[in-house]
């Protein structure tokens, strides 16, 4: 089975997993951009030098760029919900627990089942594999179930998915969280 067929695969796999969506995704469309990452370094969200899967922790733009161009192919995941209101903070935090949880589990399937491959989860949010993160005094601790979020790595989200086609908003009342994984063979010998 060539690489394409088994992406075919995973993406029937991980609806019956349990995302809202999957589709493939073209690692062509991937251009990652300073200001994303200038964003990060705003630490709006806290997580900036405070793990090995966020900036600067995860490379710089040119390294994650070049590690992103050395794969061959890729899946874009998404759990959409629909909210109450504006104000339904309660299905928001279900879904990122949802979709925090499915991505993780799912990464260590596609471990399980393609070792052959090699993998690149760039997920939602910053990497919750350990309770504490080994960041910036010892290496990362699991590397294999590492992932970075994907605005980590600096990507524009609603632009990758406009690119592969694919919906980013879904409609007024609803939110959607987005991950993503890489594959290429792994290199024999
Ligand atoms: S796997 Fe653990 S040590 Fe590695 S980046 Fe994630 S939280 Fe940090």
């Known amino acids: 089975m060539d690489l394409q067929e088994k992406i075919k695969d995973i993406i029937g796999q991980a609806l019956e ?6 589709a493939p995704l073209s690692v062509s469309t991937i251009r990652l951009r300073e200001e994303v990452r200038e964003m990060c370094a705003a630490n709006k969200c806290h997580a900036y030098n ?3 899967s966020c900036p600067p922790g995860c490379g710089t733009v040119e390294e994650c760029q070049k590690r992103v161009d050395s794969f061959e192919g890729g899946i874009i995941v998404q759990t959409t919900a629909r909210l109450e209101d504006d104000f339904d903070f309660e299905t928001m935090e279900e879904t990122a627990k949802k979709h925090g949880k499915a991505y993780l589990e799912f990464t260590k399937r596609l ?10 989860p760039l997920g939602t949010g910053v990497c919750m594999t350990c309770k504490k993160c080994t ?26 998915c406009r690119e592969n086609g694919i919906p980013y908003n879904h409609g007024r ?14 290199e024999k010998g």
């Open 17 to 22: 997993f349990g995302f809202t969506l999957a």
């Open 50 to 52: 405070t793990n090995w």
């Open 111 to 120: 471990r399980t089942e393609y070792p052959e491959l090699e993998l690149l």
């Open 135 to 160: 960041y910036p005094d010892a290496p990362c601790r699991f590397p294999e179930l590492m992932s970075s979020p994907m605005e980590g790595y600096g990507m524009v989200i609603s632009d990758v």
């Open 173 to 186: 009342g609803t939110l959607t969280y987005v991950g993503c994984y890489l594959f290429k063979n792994k």
